[in-house]
């Protein structure tokens, strides 16, 4: 079903098309916007005559979709034109959302029915091309039509949510409404959620996300564990562990220097044996302690590369 949109309110028509009004009462008796279709006959310019009534089987279709609310006939639209300035205006006192018309004719591709439907807010027409078999009664088109016509009406005013985590398997809730697991492929109305991914045991996911009509949103994420807090503090750990052993290193190469120079200093009758042992031990306590403040800092760096 390809579908076209152009700026250009109308392109011109070699066909005259016939205008029947679909309107709806809310309980109040006001009309809603969102609701009220302008529905054109689908002109028959075939040799299949079974195919002229299409626009009143769809007429009737349509009334039962819930999409569609409960119509009415209003013939004060000019029946035997195109859609023009007054059909524009008339749209516009009933505060149409859409205008559609269309034509079933006969290509190098077969059969068919080109669909036209004016978007009154945006000023933008969707084109909607419809293949047909000349075995089908007017009454199936119609049905195909209408169904064309529902999804092409459930893209445009709803919105396409595309959800997957990595692991799959994830609930995922729509302002704490569950509405299935990722992977997740569904249509929602637009509005603002809180987006809310829940697996056991990784840690759940809170997002604010915002939808606007006919748009498709794609998300992907990968869920965390309690695993990385944990890694976390042992890279902390691991870094003051690192700084521990620096500063007691620095404190024994300061006992060192000091022993060394008593016992450069040192005068018989001194014991220089026992002068130079503490130094000798300063010394070697001063080795191991940078050398642990370097595993340390290694180790630490490990965690943090991996």
Known sequence: MPMRHHHAL?????????????????????????????????????????????????????????????????????????????????????????????????????????????????????????????????DAVAETVRSKLQLWLQRTTMVQLIVTTRPPAAAVLLDDASIGETPFEGMLHPGTYRLELKKKPFLPMHIPVSFISGNTYQYDFALSTDEKKTDKRSVVGWLSLSVACLGAGGGAHWQYDRARERYREAIPPADFDRLYNRAIVWEIGRDILFAAAGAALGVMMVRVVF
């Open 10 to 138: 109308f392109r011109p028509y070699r066909r005259s098309m016939i205008l029947l009004v679909m309107a709806s009462l809310s309980v109040s008796g006001q009309m809603r916007p969102e609701a009220i279709l302008l529905l054109g006959c689908i002109r028959n310019e075939t040799t299949h005559r079974e195919y002229d009534g299409i626009h009143t089987a769809l007429n009737r279709l349509l009334a039962d979709l819930s999409q569609f609310p409960r119509t009415i006939l209003d013939t004060a639209v000019r029946v035997d034109s195109f859609p023009d300035e007054a059909s524009l205006f008339r749209a516009r006192d009933m505060n149409a959302a859409y205008m559609m018309w269309g034509v079933v004719d006969s290509s190098e591709s077969g059969p068919g029915i080109t669909i036209d439907i004016l978007n009154m807010g945006q000023g933008t027409v969707s084109h909607i091309r419809i293949s047909i078999n000349w075995n089908e009664s007017g």
